[in-house]
């Protein structure tokens, strides 16, 4: 049950932005720029339900694994959404990597961007920073936050192929789901270990 | 124009006050004679191909782009000044070179040029305009529109003599 409403939820926003008017009037190379964004932000509602052992059917472990993935999908996704816009606008990209964009959205975009590559950063480096995990965790959590809160304004603000109620709908689950998992797994409380899902 | 952050409502503001500002000073002179010059907006620039010609229209048509020249300071309307415009369209990027074209204003130093529909691109419906023939200082403006649905999208141009 829990699947097939995740599956929907993830496949909707898909579906609708592929009826969008605005791709007759785009190249493939945008288009694709504008696929990878929402497919990252599809992609951002299973790293929370991942973290958190919230998706039925699957092992700690295999949430886990799942969440690494999806998270290495992300970056990816979120490298070909910048490259392929670049290549379709060139000043418009360097506009927003220099944060001196006229569009606040860009701006929302760019600071997402960076917390996911660094979140993904230490997770990569986990072991070899030796950091304690408690530590670990804050720090991975709080990049977690800023991507969520900076990918979900700056999909709000655009106003491109996505369609909005499927949006709007997206969105919320992210957020929501992001917070829930956050909460439950006390990241910020002193007594957290004995929830970890490790 | 002279804001950093430039928004709808932000430009629907300063669309107001230009139009305030225009009326005061048919209905007052005297503040019509410390005009200040507009300021390229952010990004104005962006895709501009110098020395696009001057066209009847650009591609098929469908949309207007409008808007008034006037000499900063006293505010008299420049005629015979080229303004080149372009955007994202239903025909093409902002990068293609059909996209782009030229107008001159007329004797009360008034453009218009049809263009075909502005579509949003990189998140906002909006257009490019540029006065950039050496007479004056360059301005590069980058308007945006209030609905992706509107047929037509004005900006206005105060030149600073160089």
Redesign the interface.
Known sequence: MIWAVLVAVIAVPIAAAAASPLLAWRSPVYIAAGFAGVIAMAMLLLQPLAAGGLLPGLSAYRARRLHRFVGGALVSAVVIHVAALWVTSPPDVIDVLLFRSPTPFSVWGAIAMWALFAAALVAALRTRLSWRPRIWRRVHTSLALIVVVGSVVHALLIEGTMETVSKVALCALVVGATVKVIVDLKVWSAAARRDMKR | MTTD???RRTLLATGGAVAAAGLSGLVVPARAAGLAPTRS???G???YRPDAPIVERIGGGGFWMSGTVRRAGDGAPLAGQRIQIWA????G???DWHSHGATLTDANGVFRLEMPQI???????HGHLAYDSGEFETVFL?PIMGS?KDKSLEAHFVLQPV
């Open positions: 952050r430039i928004t907006m952010r990004g620039s962006n895709n994202h369209t239903t025909e990027h902002e990068r579509v949003p691109a990189f998140g906002q419906p980058r992706s």
